[in-house]
C-alpha cells in the first residue's frame, strides 16, 4: 500500500464511520415510510448526494456510484410521485368536473321537474278558470234566457189582458149599443103607441060626434 493512500484509507474508513448514524436514521426510519414520501425522499437524495460527492473526492466509486444511484433512484421516485400527483389532480379535476356536471345535470333535472310541475299545475289552473268561466257565460247566458223568457211571458201576459180589456170594452159597447137599440126601440115603439091611443081616441070622439049630430037630427025630425 502506497503511504500516500493511508490519509485516503483513513479518510473513508472515518466517513463510513460518521455515515452509521444517517445509515441506522435510514433503515430504521425511513424505511417505515413509503418509498414516494417527499420526506423519505429529500432524505435519500441528500444522503445520496453526500455519498456521491465524497465517493467522488475520496476516489471511491463504489460510493460514488451507490450514492449517484441513490440520487437517481430519489429523482425517478420523485418524478413518478410527481406525476401521480398530477394525474391524480387530473384525475381530481376530473372528478371535481364530473362532480360538478353531475350536480349541475341533477339541478338541471329538478329544474326541469319543478318547471314541469309549474306549467301542470298553471295548466290546471288554467283549466279550471276555464271551467269556471263556462259555467258562469253558461249561468249568465241561463238568467239571462230566463229573464227573455220572462219579458216575453210578462209582454204576452200584458198583450193578453189588453186583448182580454179591449174585448170586454167591445162587448160593453156592443151591450151599450143594443140596449140604446133597445132603448130606441122601445121608445119609439111607445111614441107608436101613444100615436095609436091618441087616433083612437080621436077617432072614438069623432064617433061620438057623429053619434050625436045624428041623434040631434034624428030628435029634429022628430019634432018637426
Given at each position: 500500500m502506497n503511504i500516500v493512500n493511508v490519509p485516503v484509507v483513513i479518510l473513508r474508513l472515518q466517513y463510513r464511520l460518521a455515515r452509521l448514524p444517517l445509515q441506522?436514521?435510514?433503515?430504521?426510519?425511513?424505511?417505515?415510510?413509503?418509498?414516494?414520501?417527499?420526506?423519505?425522499?429529500?432524505?435519500?437524495?441528500?444522503?445520496?448526494?453526500?455519498?456521491?460527492?465524497?465517493?467522488?473526492?475520496l476516489g471511491d466509486v463504489n460510493l460514488q456510484a451507490s450514492g449517484t444511484a441513490l440520487v437517481d433512484r430519489s429523482d425517478a421516485l420523485a418524478g413518478a410521485a410527481r406525476l401521480d400527483a398530477a394525474a391524480d389532480a387530473k384525475r381530481e379535476k376530473a372528478d371535481a368536473a364530473l362532480r360538478s356536471d353531475l350536480?349541475?345535470?341533477?339541478?338541471?333535472?329538478?329544474?326541469?321537474?319543478?318547471?314541469?310541475?309549474?306549467?301542470?299545475?298553471?295548466?290546471?289552473?288554467?283549466?279550471?278558470?276555464?271551467a269556471g268561466d263556462a259555467a258562469e257565460n253558461a249561468q249568465q247566458r241561463t238568467t239571462a234566457l230566463k229573464q227573455e223568457a220572462q219579458a216575453a211571458a210578462t209582454q204576452k201576459a200584458s198583450a193578453v189582458e189588453a186583448a182580454r180589456k179591449d174585448a170586454h170594452e167591445a162587448i160593453?159597447?156592443?151591450?151599450?149599443?143594443?140596449?140604446?137599440?133597445?132603448?130606441?126601440?122601445?121608445?119609439?115603439?111607445?111614441?107608436?103607441?101613444?100615436?095609436?091611443?091618441?087616433?083612437?081616441?080621436?077617432?072614438?070622439?069623432?064617433?061620438?060626434?057623429?053619434?050625436?049630430?045624428?041623434?040631434?037630427?034624428?030628435?029634429?025630425?022628430?019634432?018637426?
Open positions: 441506522l436514521i435510514e433503515d430504521r426510519v425511513m424505511t417505515r415510510l413509503d418509498e414516494d414520501t417527499p420526506a423519505r425522499l429529500f432524505y435519500e437524495r441528500s444522503l445520496g448526494t453526500l455519498d456521491a460527492a465524497v465517493g467522488s473526492v350536480t349541475e345535470a341533477v339541478e338541471e333535472q329538478q329544474e326541469a321537474h319543478e318547471t314541469r310541475q309549474q306549467e301542470t299545475q298553471e295548466a290546471r289552473r288554467a283549466a279550471r278558470k276555464r160593453l159597447a156592443d151591450e151599450r149599443t143594443v140596449v140604446e137599440g133597445a132603448k130606441a126601440t122601445l121608445e119609439a115603439a111607445s111614441d107608436k103607441r101613444g100615436t095609436a091611443a091618441a087616433k083612437r081616441a080621436r077617432a072614438d070622439r069623432v064617433e061620438e060626434l057623429a053619434e050625436t049630430e045624428k041623434a040631434n037630427r034624428q030628435a029634429e025630425r022628430a019634432e018637426s
